[in-house]
T-cell receptor, first 115, second 113 residues
């Protein structure tokens, strides 16, 4: 079974530029998560989708971050404009459903460096 | 609000020695507890989980953890570590109502020959 796929694996941009990350969850998984992992910290949930609807985006900085999950499969996370403090690893995870406990499977992440 | 504390940022240990990675949490409601492992340049992998039942849970790769409600702890243990156990270990909690994961800051386990 294929795991969670993410691209690109690495991205370097200058502040005030925009960037987008892509995630393809495990086939059949209804729930998709985006986490931000700053160096030296644990992952922090940015947004959670159930199919193509948003379940929780309380920690998403909505003035610069946006995410979508069209058709309830792939998802894109965008940052516009980027700030230095956005340098982090962005992890995507998926699970079968959010209605009960189901294991979250994580992708390898995208490491973003903002100069 | 729920939070997770991993006091040890790095734990060095010799190969074949026992190890304990500490995790304490704060919550006023029932929680689920987890340990994840992150190898370099890889995503997180679930080591073990406590949802209910026996307070001693066994996971993959010979790891185990014990849920102690009175001390609000969920320490991870392994009786004999291998070089391949070198990685970052994250403790996490989840409310039984939302299943949202809240992670600690992580502990880097460094196994030396």
């Amino acid at each position: 079974e294929a795991g969670v796929a993410q691209s690109p694996r690495y991205k370097i941009i200058e502040k005030r530029q925009s960037v987008a990350f892509w995630c393809n969850p495990i086939s059949g998984h209804a729930t998709l998560y985006w986490y931000q992992q700053i160096l030296g910290q644990g992952p922090k949930l940015l947004i959670q989708f159930q199919n193509n609807g948003v379940v929780d985006d309380s920690q998403l900085p909505k003035d610069r971050f946006s995410a979508e999950r069209l058709k309830g499969v792939d998802s894109t996370l965008k940052i516009q404009p980027a700030k230095l403090e956005d340098s982090a690893v962005y992890l995507c995870a998926s699970s079968q459903t959010s209605g009960s406990w189901n294991e979250q499977f994580f992708g390898p992440g995208t490491r973003l460096t903002v100069l | 609000a729920q939070s997770v504390t991993q006091l040890d940022s790095q734990v060095p240990v010799f190969e074949e020695a026992p190890v304990e990675l500490r995790c304490n949490y704060s919550s006023s409601v029932s929680v689920y507890l987890f340990w994840y492992v992150q190898y370099p340049n890889q995503g997180l992998q679930l080591l073990l989980k406590y949802l209910s039942g026996s307070t001693l849970v066994k996971g993959i790769n010979g790891f185990e953890a014990e849920f102690n409600k009175s001390q609000t702890s969920f320490h991870l243990r392994k009786p004999s570590v291998h070089i391949s156990d070198t990685a970052e270990y994250f403790c996490a909690v989840s409310l039984d109502s939302s299943y949202k994961l809240i992670f600690g800051s992580g502990t880097r386990l460094l196994v030396r020959p």
